[in-house]
């Protein structure tokens, strides 16, 4: 009973870690940016505004595809890394060592990548069909779940860093 206890109660204080990110993250763009309109394509940004001199000649064509691309194979690959990390990861001496809070860490990457890509997919194809639905709080939560997966994920390996340094003799 008491093994259940420390492990929900270090699943609850790494949870509250991972989180704090998320809130931060989103609450920073949600305050930081007015009601919108928000647009993922350039081009649509660059019709609704063209005599806007500050935007480059590329946006007049430019679509989020390419850019989609990217952040999608940027966070496949840190679910990877994290993923693998966690299943090959040392687990011999985990009991009681800042491991087990890097791999939950970790962990939450994962989740926070996940959803991630879902929202960022399913908001662009949503804006294909009205460019209208892309409002501030979607901006802000596919903002925050992006930055919070690479968050958790830095905070996972320097966990993981500290608690091998406390390994070493």
């Not at 420390?6 to 305050?31: K, M, Q, T, Y």
Request: hydrophobic share 45%.
């Amino acid at each position: 009973m008491i093994s259940l206890c420390v492990h929900i109660s270090r699943f609850c204080g790494v949870a509250l870690v991972a989180l704090v990110p998320f809130g931060v993250f989103w609450s920073i763009f949600w305050f930081s940016h007015g009601p919108g309109p928000f647009y993922f394509d350039p081009q649509d940004f660059y019709n609704s505004n063209p005599s806007n001199h500050g935007l480059p000649a590329s946006a007049k064509t430019g679509t989020f595809e390419p850019m989609l691309k990217h952040y999608i194979g940027v966070t496949k690959l840190l679910v990877t890394v994290a993923a693998a990390s966690i299943a090959f990861g040392d687990n011999s001496h985990l009991s009681g060592t800042p491991i087990l809070n890097a791999k939950l860490l970790l962990a939450w990457s994962i989740f926070y990548g996940v959803l991630f890509c879902s929202l960022l997919l399913w908001r662009y194809d949503e804006y294909g069909q009205n460019m209208a639905s892309y409002k501030l709080g979607w901006y802000s939560t596919v903002f925050a779940f992006g930055f919070s997966c690479l968050t958790c994920f830095m905070l996972g390996y320097l966990a993981w860093g500290w608690g091998l340094s406390k390994l070493a003799p």
